[in-house]
T-cell receptor, first 115, second 111 residues
Framework: NAGVTQTPKFQVLKTGQSMTLQCAQD?????MSWYRQDPGMGLRLIHYSVGAGITDQGEVPNGYNVSRSTTEDFPLRLLSAAPSQTSVYFC??????????????FGSGTQLSVL | SQKIEQNSEALNIQEGKTATLTCNYTNYSPAYLQWYRQDPGRGPVFLLL?????KEKRKERLKVTFDTTLKQSLFHITASQPADSATYLC??????????FGAGTRLFVKA
């Protein structure tokens, strides 16, 4: 049981480049999300999904796109990378109970640097 | 807006002592509150969840309290060990699948 798997672990981009961060989970969780973590600011929610075909914005969605075509996968796309997107990105998943999600399972993170 | 505050200063304690970490929140009345542990270079790992109608929750050497009047949760590690050294994150769900996190408190346990 792998849990939540993120790739790549490290990435360096130039300003303006695009890339996709991959996230997959094998726990059949309905809910998946992306957070970014910056020093002193804690984890901030970028986008989330409550099932295949359903996505919504979090606190800091600008500059990022997501889609959810399967229950297992939830990729995060940076269309035109900016230095402000330098951060550590975490994917998380959980079961949902009505409109409540109680326990998040996190991947090991992707460290992204935009030069 | 909802806000979670944790002590940004690192907490240094001696092995065997009890570590107490504080989480304060404003502008929200959460149904429950969570604590996570994060090691350097790793993702957060869930530790405990405490509901609004629970005053205290225990798991092995961990104890969490939840005071909805003070809008505060305390996280205790008794008989602390060097292996407990990590960053501890407080989190709450304001509803609508948007769990928010505090910035975390770094704990160092010296042997």
């Amino acid at each position: 049981n792998a849990g939540v798997t993120q790739t790549p672990k490290f990435q360096v981009l130039k300003t303006g480049q695009s890339m996709t961060l991959q996230c997959a989970q094998d726990m059949n969780h309905e809910y998946m999300s992306w957070y970014r973590q910056d020093p002193g600011m804690g984890l901030r929610l970028i986008h989330y999904s409550v099932g295949a075909g359903i996505t919504d914005q979090g606190e800091v969605p600008n500059g990022y796109n997501v889609s959810r075509s399967t229950t297992e996968d939830f990729p995060l796309r940076l269309l035109s990378a900016a230095p402000s997107q330098t951060s550590v990105y975490f994917c998380a998943s959980s079961y949902t109970f009505g409109r409540v999600q109680e326990k998040l399972f996190f991947g090991s993170g992707t460290q992204l640097s935009v030069l | 807006s909802q806000k979670i505050e944790q002590n940004s200063e690192a907490l240094n304690i001696q092995e065997g002592k009890t570590a107490t970490l504080t989480c304060n929140y404003t502008n929200y009345s959460p149904a429950y509150l969570q604590w996570y542990r994060q090691d350097p270079g790793r993702g957060p790992v869930f530790l405990l969840l405490i509901r609004e109608n629970e005053k205290e929750k225990r798991k092995e050497r961990l104890k969490v309290t939840f005071d909805t009047t003070l809008k505060q949760s305390l996280f205790h590690i008794t008989a602390s060990q060097p292996a407990d050294s990590a960053t501890y994150l407080c989190a709450l769900d304001p509803g609508g699948f948007k769990t928010i996190f505090g910035a975390g408190t770094r704990l160092f346990v010296k042997a």
